[in-house]
């Protein structure tokens, strides 16, 4: 673990973009979308690099990162410039690793701290600017309406996938599909916790 703190400016002058990249949870957010209502899985993109945040058992970490705009799981939806940054590839890398220890994978909750609550968290240490509000305003709204969903929908549920399983899905997908495995791309996200 790192014993220094980053030291994380909110210069807006900064020259490297930082990007919001929106993806879609259910094919009805193309209806829900034009009214401002949807269900979205974001993800942070800044140096080539985009960094998630998702839920699982163990009190590790739940930031991940994958090649942007190709979360696997989620279709993409958008890509919006939110401001820029000063911080260096390693300095953003450090940052991400001392948000490890705050963004536990057993700590993420759907209304409470989910995948956009982060991606507004780093945004606003980045550039000082949060994310657009109709990407978690669902779950603002159920948190207003929380005396009448149903109890489950307030408590995430995990399911934890071993890399063997997972390992076993992608043969299952190369056998059926010929285009999945011309992909170059990996499409696992990479634990910040196994960059340490």
């Known amino acids: 673990m790192l014993c220094r703190m980053v030291s994380v400016r909110k210069k807006r002058d900064g020259t490297v973009p930082v990007y919001l990249n929106v993806y879609d949870l259910t094919p009805m957010n193309g209806y829900a979308y034009w009214v401002g209502l949807g269900i979205y899985h974001s993800g942070v993109q800044v140096h080539g690099i985009e960094y998630g945040f998702g839920a699982h058992e163990q009190s590790t970490t739940g930031i991940f ?93 995990v399911q934890h996938v071993t890399t063997t399983e997972i390992e076993g899905e992608k043969k299952k997908l190369r056998s059926q599909s010929s285009r999945f495995a011309s992909s170059s791309t990996n499409t696992l996200p990479n634990f910040c916790s196994s960059l340490s």
């Open 65 to 157: 990162e994958v090649d942007p705009k190709h979360c696997p799981g989620f279709t993409f939806r958008k890509s919006i410039l939110i401001g820029q940054t000063d911080l260096g590839p390693k300095e953003v890398r450090l940052f991400m690793e001392e948000l490890a220890e705050e963004y536990l994978g057993n700590t993420y909750h759907l209304i409470m701290k989910n995948c956009n609550h982060f991606c507004n968290d780093v945004c606003l240490r980045l550039t000082g600017k949060p994310i657009p509000s109709w990407v978690n305003r669902l779950a603002r709204l159920s948190f207003l309406c929380k005396c009448v969903l149903p109890a489950g929908l307030n408590e995430t549920v």
